[in-house]
């Protein structure tokens, strides 16, 4: 990628710096600090107490746990995953906005009802309280971001390439494998990363299916921190955990593969031969919706047998104490449902703000060595806090934001500041790839005739990347209304969120309360679906937009205009050379 | 991508982060935090008095208010987490207090928060005790367990359900219940009788006793659970019936919650004068029904249907609070050497 502009601007720098501090704020120095207080209690620094930790036994059967827990719900999530994303971004049917949307509904689903969903599922099963049992429930919760991640870059890449090696004697299998496939490898290692990190820092489905038997790093470092206030063994936990995460990012940066220009397809209508995929998807789909109908029916479930609406209608109260009837909650679920909106708005806000504006950064060329290295350790330092303890941030937040102008300990602002942590990282793996993929000749063609950076990032980066930017800006929204870890750490009674008050009204005692949060919890689902649904819809007009303009793009026998890229291509000549005069040729 | 982690300059972040949140705030909409104290406008009282608690502490509407209007002293409630985690956050924030007041340090933590928390004053207590359904065995014509030495006899075997001691604060209770019981030297034997004898451990108190319990709320199979005194009232539909569930006494432990003053605030006699309103007699008669505890000063009236469950243990285990401390991360390796292979 020789010839274009890689200068280093004022904007960029700006830039580079804006995210640095959120990152360093709301991330970095809390989490250096608690880990500090761990290190070095006393000012001098102090590894006896990492050193015992690490010295366990039981500290490495965790570890073990830990890391073939999340390969093995990784592995399953991308192999359920794929045939999803194929039937829901690559094929057009009636009602695949609203199943696009539905498939999100388990990744935000609050962990303790769904827990207790599982649990009473496999009560009596082999399954019942085994590893296997929390796997599942990883898998559940984490498939959706494959299907989405993956089905989003996807539905960006040109179709006409499967369609030349189609033509030219290739069968749809052996297409995929070698032609598809490592297409949506940046896409594919994205989502894996994703689902990873989320496995391996499982928490509460970990110590409602496992009973507490399988500890994780995660419940580990929130046992030490929360319950035994031994910092010095959660530092060194804490410690582990990031270095897990930093060797898996590297690895997964060696193992992206080279940028791949997109160009968006509205799908195609399915065909015969799509019965396989088509098939296994709606097995996955089915498997997914047995729990999610199963916490439907209990909301409804009334305690005699029967069905009832009074768990519903229990939502706009406070839910009822032990017998005396008193309350359970200081906000009703509706009013928390509010709060949730609000607090995920301004999460999402910040989200895309972080991550839409670390994806330009990021996918710009660098000239120097420097440059591309300070570039690779921005883009690895956004993904640490899917890979960090919500524990130890939060107490990073009570003991580094404890004085002015950042006493932030109690304020509001924290809340969206930690579900934007959560929710950026998923916007750039959405966006990254897809914002590489831009043609750099592009942009250099729009500055050539005049346009300030500006108008370049507006009108070529952002017009061709505003399906994906306005899905992961659904995904955000949704990330962030479904956060709990982080959220029940800071928000307050009075500004509950309602996976908060649903986690409230399942661990207290009273009648109907736990029937109430699942009630609460298919609210959320609803809602999510909901938001989602909006963002699909709006997705959908820029995608008719760029629709008319396809008939601008070359049939696939007719012969090219010859490519900025210098090829001229000819009927029959290598596949590549010819999709990338197509693609060129639309962007012009 | 490569390496991630570079080194960090606090001071350059803290400069660029201000303006970050400052930008942030403003562009979110989201008020501004309500400040902690604040002088009044004439006189030196505070406008308010941050309590810090945790995530049960309920009063109903108006009570708060009450001291407000008695006073002038406004209150702001500050949850902090569970029991333990408010402790672990009281002592982490010394120097700098989360607040003036806190309530709902227990007695299995209160001698952790010497020198922090002044002035410790027990407010309400509630007891942990195994929960029995009584259906089930009226159903199999079985007689109920009475005593912890009950619960390993081959007759209880696959029949009850705890939570785990490092996990949950009622799990935690009956390991101390048990350790009451059978001493420094004996309680292990116990636990590994009521391993052999099938006790299940589940992670938490929502899981224990709504996924595994048997009780008529719950969904699972094992008809006696650790949790609390006043559970059973929770499961009384009809309190002229028969309560569908009970308590078994001599598994009782008693958890005493205490509020005291903030080391370190610069409103310590307000501070003191809404610990004493914590004891006045709206506080106290709404404490049941807030917050399922049972008030500490005598004669304060309960609700009608916690009559109709079971009266209070009369008895309730306790242990020395010093010595709790001092053993109890001890306590619960052992215990999950022994529960949790």
């Not at chain 1, 209508?269 to 296994?280: I, K, L, N, Q, S």
């Not at chain 1, 005692?509 to 819809?537: D, K, Q, S, Y």
């Not at chain 1, 793009?553 to 490519?563: E, F, H, I, K, Q």
């Not at chain 2, 506080?283 to 009266?311: H, K, N, R």
């Amino acid at each position: 990628m020789g010839g274009h502009r890689a200068a280093v601007t004022p904007w960029r720098l700006a830039g580079g710096a804006a995210l640095v501090a959120f990152l360093g704020v709301f991330f970095l120095w809390p989490v250096a600090e608690i880990v500090a207080r761990g290190i070095a209690p006393d000012g001098s620094l102090d590894l006896a107490g990492i050193g015992e930790v690490l010295g366990r036994s039981r500290t490495l059967r965790i570890v073990g746990q830990t890391l073939a827990q999340a390969v093995i719900a990784t592995v399953a999530c991308v192999l359920l995953g794929l045939p999803g994303a194929f039937v829901l971004y690559r094929l057009r049917f009636r009602g695949r906005a609203a199943v696009r949307a539905l498939a999100l509904v388990p990744f935000v689903l609050p962990t303790v009802v769904v827990g207790v969903a599982f649990k009473v599922l496999f009560a009596g099963t082999p399954l019942d309280g085994s590893w296997w049992a929390i796997v599942l429930a990883l898998v559940f919760f984490n498939v959706a971001v494959v299907t989405r991640t993956v089905g989003i870059a996807w539905e960006e890449l040109d179709p006409s390439i499967e369609e030349s090696a189609a033509d030219l004697g290739s069968g749809p299998w052996s297409t995929f494998g070698r032609v598809t496939l490592p297409r949506l490898g940046p896409a594919l290692v994205s989502a894996a990363i994703i689902v990873f990190l989320f496995s391996a820092t499982a928490f509460g489905v970990v110590l409602v299916l496992g009973g507490a038997r399988f500890g994780t790093v995660e419940t580990e470092i929130w046992l030490l921190t929360s319950q035994y206030l031994d910092l010095p063994g959660a530092a060194g936990l804490s410690v582990v955990q990031l270095v897990f995460v930093v060797a898996v990012l590297w690895a997964a940066g060696r193992a992206r593969s080279r940028t791949e220009l997109r160009t968006p397809f509205a799908g195609r209508a399915p065909r015969r031969g799509d019965w396989p995929v088509a098939a296994g998807s709606t097995v996955v789909g089915v498997l997914l919706a047995v729990p999610i109908a199963a916490l439907v029916g209990r909301s409804f479930a009334s305690a005699g047998g029967g069905w009832t609406l009074d768990h519903w209608a229990a939502l706009t109260g406070l839910g009822r104490g032990a017998g005396s009837g008193g309350a359970v909650l200081g906000v009703t679920p509706l009013e928390a449902l509010g709060n949730s909106l609000a607090f995920a708005a301004a999460g999402a806000f910040v989200a895309m703000l972080v991550g839409l504006g670390a994806s330009v950064l990021l996918s710009r060329p660098v000239a120097s060595r420097w440059g591309s290295r300070l570039r690779a350790g921005l883009e690895g330092a956004l993904m640490l806090p899917l890979g960090v303890s919500a524990v130890t941030l939060g107490f990073g937040y009570l003991v580094a934001l404890d004085a002015p102008p950042l006493d932030l300990r109690s304020s509001p602002v924290l809340v969206p500041m930690a579900q934007a942590l959560v929710a950026a990282p998923l916007v750039i793996r959405t966006l990254l790839p897809v914002l590489r993929g831009v043609d750099p000749l592009l942009r250099d063609a729009a500055a050539d005739l005049g346009a300030g950076p500006g108008r370049v990032l507006w009108s070529v980066e952002l017009r061709l990347a505003v399906r994906p930017i306005v899905a992961a800006a659904g995904l955000a929204f949704a990330v962030c209304l479904g956060e709990f870890g982080a959220t029940a750490f800071l928000s307050r009674p009075d500004a509950a969120t309602l996976p908060v008050v649903i986690e409230r009204l399942a661990s207290h005692p009273g009648p109907g309360n736990l029937a109430m949060a699942n009630a609460a919890a298919v609210l959320l689902a609803l809602v999510t679906v909901a938001a989602l649904g909006i963002a699909e819809l709006a997705g959908a007009g820029p995608d008719g937009r760029l629709r008319r303009r396809e008939p601008a793009r070359p049939g696939r026998s007719a012969p090219a205009a010859s490519s900025p890229r210098g090829g001229t291509s000819i009927p029959g000549a290598p596949v590549a050379a010819r999709a990338r005069a197509g693609r060129a040729h639309r962007s012009s | 991508m490569g390496n991630a982690v570079r080194p960090f300059r606090p001071a350059a972040a803290l400069a660029a982060g201000a303006v970050v949140v400052a930008l942030a705030g403003c562009a979110q909409g989201v008020p501004p935090a309500p400040g902690g104290t604040g002088a009044g406008p004439s006189d030196a009282a505070p406008a308010s008095l941050t309590l810090v608690t945790h995530d049960s502490f309920a009063l109903s509407d108006g009570i708060l208010e009450q001291f407000t209007a008695e006073t002038g002293i406004a209150v702001e409630v500050v949850a902090l987490g569970d029991a333990g985690e408010l402790v672990n956050k009281l002592v982490l924030t010394k120097d700098s207090p989360l607040g003036d007041v806190a309530f709902g340090i227990d007695n299995t933590f209160s001698s952790r928060v010497d020198g922090i928390v002044n002035d410790l004053t027990a407010i309400d207590s509630g007891d942990v005790c195994v929960n029995v359904d009584h259906e089930a065995y009226a159903a199999a014509g079985m007689e109920e367990p009475r005593t912890l030495a009950d619960l390993i006899e081959p007759a209880y075997k696959d029949q009850l359900v705890v939570e785990g001691a490092g996990t949950s604060s009622p799990g935690l209770a009956f390991l101390l219940a048990t350790i009451d019981e059978y001493g420094e030297d004996g309680w292990q034997d116990y636990w590994r009788a009521l391993v052999a004898n099938g006790v299940q451990v589940d992670a938490g108190w929502t899981d224990a006793y709504y996924a595994t319990f048997s009780g008529p709320s719950s969904e699972g199979t094992r008809p006696l659970v650790v949790s609390y005194a006043t559970s059973p009232a929770a499961e009384v539909v009809d309190a002229s019936a028969e309560p569908p569930t009970g308590y078994l006494e001599d598994t009782c432990f008693r958890q005493t919650e205490y509020a005291g003053v903030v080391a370190g605030t610069e409103h310590e006699a307000e501070a003191a004068q809404l610990v004493e309103f914590l004891l006045s007699p709206a506080v106290q008669a709404d404490i049941p029904g807030s917050m399922y505890m049972y008030p500490i000063v005598e004669g304060t009236p309960l609700p009608e249907t916690w009559a109709a469950a079971q009266a209070a243990p009369a008895a309730p285990r306790e242990l020395d609070p010093a010595e709790i401390d001092a053993n109890r991360e001890r306590w619960i390796e052992e215990w999950a050497a022994i529960a949790q292979p």
